[in-house]
């Protein structure tokens, strides 16, 4: 099958990885294990998701002009994603994340220093439209500014191209925007964050796919009943990027032109595979390796 063409906007980050006994609370020091440097950002992973699970993507990002973010842009050239509109901030740091990841349970907990992620601009999406000819999707998620978003929800909207958004980090959207989306994938914490599904849905949003970890996934949409489906049953090592996995995996699915519960099911068993593995875009599977049960 040819490789549907995929947009994804959104940010690139170092992930600097300490796996520790417990998430430290407020004014709590932990003692973790050895630091890990691994290729991460929301918008990154879920490009590279995609691309290992057999879309062809064009990423369109910023990141510094430093060690960080030259090692990004070469990380990418080596996955085969589409760098044309990976831009370059001089003088300003590529993205950082802090992260603290629990060795029992896999659960995480993470600080972005956004650098030149806080640099992509609408016209930056405007001088990449060569990227959305021919897309089957764009994909977009928010450690990026506000313009940008809106610039990228309304290239694909104008051009007739489904836009999937992962809310993430979470933060209030309006209406003319939630209108223009196909799909919005928030995980639980967001989705309450935004005011919960009733109000998601009441404000614009036509199909919403909340993502609730181990329990699965919930899907709504205007009209219909709602369905959920289950996550296979993992150990889980690293939940970094597992609902970054779940947004590429659905959004190759739906380019591939599978239907949304099939698409779900990938998805699910995609991020599955994921949190078993360590690292955020050094977890995440390629297709041979994702078994729908
Ligand atoms: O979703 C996981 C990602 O969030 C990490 O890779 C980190 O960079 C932050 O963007």
Known sequence: ????????????????????????????????????????GKGANQAVAAARLGGDVCLIARVGDDAYGTVARANFEHEGLDTRFVFVTAGVASGVALIAVDQTTGENSIVVAPGANACLRAADIAAASAAFEEAKMVVVSLEIPDEAVFAAVEAGFSRGIPVLLNPAPARALPREILEK??????????????????????????????????????????????QRFPAPSVIPVDTVAAGDCFTGALAVELARGEPLDRAIGFACAAAAVKVTRPGAQSGLPYRGQVTVQ
Do not use: F, W, Y
Request: one cysteine or more.
């Open 1 to 40: 099958m040819k490789r549907p063409k995929i947009v994804v906007v959104g940010s690139s980050n170092t992930d600097l990885v300490v796996s520790v006994p417990q998430i430290p609370a407020p004014g709590q020091t932990v003692l973790g294990g050895a630091l890990q440097t691994v290729a991460g």
């Open 181 to 226: 989306l196909t799909i919005l994938t928030p995980n639980q914490t967001e989705c309450e964050q935004l005011g919960g599904s009733e109000a998601l849905l009441a404000g614009g949003v036509k199909t919403l796919i909340t993502t609730l970890g181990a329990s699965g996934v919930h899907l709504e949409q205007l009209g219909k009943s709602p």
